[in-house]
């Protein structure tokens, strides 16, 4: 998928600094829906969550992966990212994933336990 395409008030809105939502599925079917900092590297069509590799949605993405969607939302400009998600943990990715974070929130407190959960976007929704 070609993020580029979206357009210049796509990309800002995924480059202003926003509080996303991260829908997964827990056992059974309903959904996990966290609060998260995301990024979004619009040329690979990868989002990207740091998050502890014992959380509850890194247990649920799994090493399998895991279908996700991924949401911001400010008053009524709003966008979703649906696709595949997968647990990295190799370190190159992480810090990858902690500088793209810093660049759009603040740097991350230290984590020994970080992982990276990359998000293949095949599909986008929203209003930007």
């Excluded at 800002?12 to 979004?40: K, N, S």
């Excluded at 793209?100 to 603040?106: D, I």
């Amino acid at each position: 998928m070609n993020l580029v395409e979206q357009g210049d008030g796509f990309a800002a809105f995924w480059q202003e600094r926003h509080l996303c939502t991260l829908a997964t599925a827990r056992p059974g079917g309903p959904p996990h829906v966290v609060p998260v900092g995301a990024t979004l590297d619009l040329e690979t069509a990868t989002a990207r969550v740091i998050t502890s590799g014992s959380s509850y949605k890194a247990r649920l993405i799994g090493e399998a992966g895991a279908l996700v969607a991924l949401c911001q939302v400010d008053g009524r400009r709003w966008s979703t990212l649906e696709g595949r998600a997968v647990v990295r943990a190799e370190p190159e990715r992480v810090a990858d994933a902690e500088r793209r974070y810093a660049a759009r929130y603040k740097p991350p407190r230290p984590n020994l336990s970080r992982v990276v959960l990359e998000i293949e976007v095949t599909r986008v929704l929203g209003n930007v």
